[in-house]
């Protein structure tokens, strides 16, 4: 059974700094399990879940261009672990932060087999 497991989330100020850890009880790009991307998504209360950034195992992260430029999935993760960076947090990302495996690079929730629990995240003005 696959589990992914995030940290690090809290409470913080308006320009202030988190970084979420998500650990995987598998190796995270497998062909056993068809996995080959690991993602970030957020929710916030009364919202859908909303993409955040994505890494396979070839290619650069991608972000969505409300975090672009202030949220980064540094390059040397784990094989089962995966990180992101959030720097000059705003209010606006306030958010239950999950991790997601896929089976390919997407910006769909649908596209992700495997989910963690969540991590919550909130961002004071």
């Known amino acids: 059974q696959v589990q992914l497991v995030e940290s690090g989330g809290g409470l913080v100020q308006a320009g202030g700094s988190l970084r979420l850890s998500c650990v995987a009880s598998?190796?995270?790009?497998?062909?056993?399990?068809?996995?080959?991307?690991m993602a970030w998504f957020r929710q916030a209360p009364g919202t859908q879940r909303e993409f955040v950034a994505v890494?396979?195992?070839?290619?650069?992260?991608y972000y969505s261009d409300s975090v672009k430029g202030r949220f980064t999935i540094p390059e040397d993760n784990a094989k089962n672990t995966m990180f992101l960076h959030m720097n000059s947090l705003q209010p606006e990302d306030t958010a239950v932060y999950y991790c997601?495996?896929?089976?390919?690079?997407?910006?769909?929730?649908?596209?992700?087999?495997?989910w963690g629990q969540g991590s919550q995240v909130t961002v004071s003005s």
């Open positions: 598998v190796r995270a790009f497998s062909t056993r399990l068809s996995t080959s991307a």
């Open positions: 890494k396979d195992w070839i290619g650069t992260p």
């Open positions: 997601a495996l896929g089976r390919s690079r997407s910006t769909s929730a649908g596209s992700y087999d495997y």
